[in-house]
Nanobody, 117 residues
């Protein structure tokens, strides 16, 4: 019933830009915290950027000043604008939606971002 579908991943050169988008269905999107996590093989999945239902944002220190998260509740979408990409940004990026204090965490299928060097 719940589905998060990412798009926009791909191959980009260091210093380049990429924009990820995620479309949610099956939830009342506006009341959810939503955002992006990423995972490199052999490492823990880590938070990249998140935006709360109230519009407040949090970013990983490694992406501050380079990435911008935004949401459109009318379209039930969340986007991640990634600028000044580095090879260390290479990962599978996962869209996330959840509600604090609940067990309802939802994940997209993941989209590969590769920054060449």
């Amino acid at each position: 019933q719940v589905q998060l579908v990412e798009s926009g991943g791909g191959l980009v050169q260091p210093g380049g830009s990429l924009r990820l988008s995620c479309a949610a269905s099956g939830i009342v999107f506006r009341i959810y915290t939503t955002g992006w996590y990423r995972q490199i093989p052999g490492k823990q999945r880590e938070l990249v950027a998140v935006v709360s239902s109230g519009g407040s944002t949090d970013y990983a220190n490694s992406v501050k000043g380079r990435f911008t998260i935004s949401r459109d509740n009318a379209k039930s979408t969340v986007a991640l604008q990634m600028n000044s990409l580095k090879p260390d940004d290479t990962a599978v990026y996962y869209c996330y939606a959840g509600r604090s204090g609940t067990r309802n965490d939802y994940w997209g299928q993941g989209t590969q971002v590769t920054v060449s060097s």
